[in-house]
């Protein structure tokens, strides 16, 4: 079973620093099955990106993923006041899905 | 305009049975790039994918979960419902269903969230 563990657990930064995030997996896999969603509190996720680097419909270009093999990163290249919240990577391979735990943005 | 709405109790006794209720608008269960899944976070804690089911009835469970779950449709309703046995207080959380979309040939994202429902296991 594919084990998704991201780090860090939370990331303390400022308004206009660089976040990267990082996403690993316990196994190889094609980057067209990793997916990145935000997470305000009290709101569902929202999708991020996806197939690693692809921005979905209206997400900044603030906002970029990157990766391959088992070692995924989500790069915030700037943070606006709106991006500090928790950030989720996930796997599919069409019979299931795993999300990782988490990493937290917070301002600091 | 898309949209998911789950429904469903807000309050179960440990080991009764819990039975959701995710209806969709501005899309068809039917259409074959579409599909929707159950997903869970208990409080504070991360998103656990639940169950899965695809335009043509095709179904998958989350192998830790499998026996307690049965997920259906009904397209007509546009109605996805998500049933779980013997619950317990560990499966106090926020239950979401969201739609699955695809980009390409196996390029699969939950690209519209419902707002979610928080079940509450206790007797």
């Known amino acids: 079973e594919l084990v998704l563990t991201q780090s860090p657990g939370t990331l303390s930064l400022s308004p206009g620093e660089r976040a990267t995030l990082s996403c690993r997996a316990s196994q190889t896999f094609s980057s067209s099955f990793l997916t990145w969603y935000q997470q305000k509190p009290g709101q569902a996720p929202r999708l991020l990106i996806y197939g690693t680097s692809t921005r979905a419909t209206g997400i900044p270009d603030r906002f970029s993923g990157s990766g391959s093999g088992t070692d995924f990163t989500l790069t915030i290249s700037r943070l606006e006041p709106e991006d500090f919240a928790l950030y989720f990577c996930q796997h599919h391979d069409m019979s299931s899905w795993t999300f990782g735990q988490g990493t937290k943005v917070e301002i600091k | 305009q898309v949209t998911l709405k789950e429904s469903g109790p807000v309050l179960v006794k440990p080991t009764e049975t819990l039975t959701l209720t995710c209806t969709v608008s501005?899309?068809?269960?039917?259409?074959?790039?579409?599909?929707v899944s159950w997903i869970r976070q208990p409080p504070g804690k991360a998103l656990e994918w639940l169950a899965h089911?695809?335009?043509?009835?095709?179904?998958y469970y989350n192998t830790s979960l499998n026996s307690r779950l049965t997920i259906s449709k009904d397209t007509s309703k546009s109605q996805v419902v998500l049933t779980m046995t013997n619950m317990d207080p560990v499966d106090t959380a926020t239950y979401y269903c969201?739609?699955?979309?695809?980009?390409?040939?196996?390029?699969?994202?939950?690209?519209?969230w419902g707002q979610g429902t928080l079940v509450t296991v206790s007797s």
């Open positions: 969201a739609r699955s979309n695809v980009a390409a040939a196996g390029i699969y994202f939950f690209d519209n």
């Open positions: 501005g899309f068809s269960l039917s259409d074959d790039r579409l599909s």
């Open positions: 089911i695809f335009s043509n009835d095709k179904k």
